[in-house]
């Protein structure tokens, strides 16, 4: 093996385990996003536009930008609803008009939101590329009598995931 070779194995060798060194602060230290996520809105009158509000309470170490850059976790969702605006204590999504149940049907929805890298938003560190986190909402919603909309059986769950090494 040439010199020349040999110093680029060691160099590679060298920036992996550099890179596997790095401690995670981000996620590691810090734990989940969300602690709790709670539904303000239980009812809709069907001549509105179906806006569902949520309180939530969040790692108290990101700050409301980081929140305010949410995205449509899948195209699933992207289908359904028409906006989201999130803060660091609540949250509204206002779903698409042509997703909504007709009278006397429920419909499940399983909605995926997509929350960045904490490093952009705070002094913290993690090896590799970008983590990414996603806030999986599943909930009802129901139009029983063509008067109103009812937010049922609301559930969520945060997925964490890791950039790549």
Wanted: aromatic share 10%.
């Amino acid at each position: 093996m040439s010199l020349g070779k040999y110093a680029l194995h060691l160099a590679i060798i060298a920036i992996v385990l550099l890179q596997s060194c790095v401690k995670d602060t981000c996620n590691n230290e810090l734990g989940n996003t969300f602690y709790e996520i709670a539904p303000t809105t239980p009812e809709h009158p069907v001549t509105e536009p179906v806006d569902i509000s949520f309180e939530m309470e969040t790692l108290p170490e990101l700050p409301t930008a980081y929140f305010e850059a949410v995205l449509s976790g899948n195209e699933i969702t992207a289908a359904q609803i028409q906006s989201v605006n999130a803060q660091k204590d609540s949250m509204h999504i206002l779903m698409k008009e042509d997703v909504l149940p007709d009278s006397g049907t429920v419909l499940t929805y399983q909605l995926s939101l997509q929350f960045g890298d904490r490093q952009d938003y705070i002094n913290c560190q993690h090896p590799g590329s970008a983590d990414r986190y996603f806030l999986e909402l599943t909930f009802d919603l129901g139009n029983p009598v063509n008067t109103h909309y009812e937010l049922l059986n609301f559930n969520w769950n945060e997925v964490f995931l890791a950039g790549h090494l």
